[in-house]
């Protein structure tokens, strides 16, 4: 039989990844898209004959048990989020709305639609926060240290406990950073491999970031949507950190991506206050002992390939723009 799936955040950079992973697999796939005065399709555009669409938002609970209905779903990934940590503070309340009642209005609508789905909340790495401990595992503390953060911690409790409260095939991916061509400009990554193109071809002549010293453990997108699907096939829910293993400073992924492009990044690169957060997230290092030995997940891209691929593609962007302006 066919399975089918429904996938809030089928716009966003993993919506996309992991259509293409299910799909490939001989899915069903479903995607809940919002309303917006101009559609936002360009990740999925080349799969769109593939896969449904359902008109839908995640702040509005009879819309979402219409798309469940309509999909009759085997399994449900909630991807979609105000997955901006920058923004949250400027918009908090619509933050802890998407992000974090969201994931509720979601398990609500799973357990009175659809209760035997299997179910995936796209948790963070931003929950730990401050950390205590270094690398962080699934028994790490929590201690947000923004509104995006809370409400992720907020959906995560959620899940947990729809599992625990009514025996729901309800999993949490608790993944790092996660990167690739398809990442929204306004991420650090993105931002920088951005840049390097538009320097490198004349369109740019700086690049203004916040706290070159945060560090992240940075993986490949299309890696971690592997880990989501393997979670779903397990016989027993259960949350699992996703991340490399391996932590850089912003810094370092800039002075990569430059010299990828033959730029030395300390001529292009400054500090603007603008860019520094209220509150900041120093150090996260993921350790995903647990998703290999159950999941048997690893990632496979490293992060030179990373930074590499980015670089190249934005390159490549850049350059097809040129010509057609020619
Ligand atoms: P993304 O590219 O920002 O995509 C977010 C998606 O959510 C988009 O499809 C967006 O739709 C949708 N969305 C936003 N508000 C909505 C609403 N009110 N109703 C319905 N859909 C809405 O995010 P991503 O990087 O793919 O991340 C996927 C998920 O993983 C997010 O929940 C994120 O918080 C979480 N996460 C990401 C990372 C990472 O490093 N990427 C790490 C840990 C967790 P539009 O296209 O219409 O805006
Ligand atoms: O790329 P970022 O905006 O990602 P951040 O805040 O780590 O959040 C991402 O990863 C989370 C997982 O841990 C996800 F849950 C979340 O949805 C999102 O995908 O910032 C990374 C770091 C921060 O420390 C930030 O302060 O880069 C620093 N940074 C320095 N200059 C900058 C900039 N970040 C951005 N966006 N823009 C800058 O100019």
Known sequence: MTKSALITGITGQDGSYLSELLLGKGYKVYGLIRRLSTPNLARIEHILDQVELIEGDLTDQSSINNALKESQPCEVYNLAAQSFVATSWNQPVLTGDVTGLGAVRILEGVCHVCPDAHFYQASSSEMFGKVNESPQNENSRFYPRSPYGFAKVYAH??????????????????????????????????????????????????????????????????????????????????????????????????????????????????????????????????????????????????????????????????????????
């Open 157 to 326: 409790w959620a899940c947990i406990n729809y599992r625990e409260s009514y025996g729901m095939h309800a999993s949490s991916g608790i993944l790092f950073n996660h990167e690739s061509p398809r990442r929204g400009i306004e991420f650090v990554t993105r931002k920088i491999t951005d840049a390097v193109a538009r320097i490198s071809l004349g369109f740019a002549k700086e690049l203004r970031l916040g706290n070159l010293d945060a560090k992240r453990d940075w993986g490949f997108a299309g890696d971690y949507v592997k880990a989501m699907w393997l979670m779903l096939q397990q016989k027993e829910p259960d949350d699992y950190v996703i991340a490399t293993g391996e932590t850089h400073s912003v810094g370092e992924f800039a002075e990569l991506a430059f010299h990828e492009a033959g730029l030395d990044w300390k001529k292009y690169v400054s500090v603007d206050q603008k860019f520094i957060r209220p509150a900041e997230v120093n150090l996260l290092l993921g350790d995903a002992s647990k998703a290999r030995r159950i999941l048997g997940w690893k990632p496979e891209v490293t992060f030179e390939e990373l930074v590499k691929m980015m670089v190249r593609e934005d390159l490549k962007r850049y350059e097809e723009k040129r010509k057609l302006a020619k």
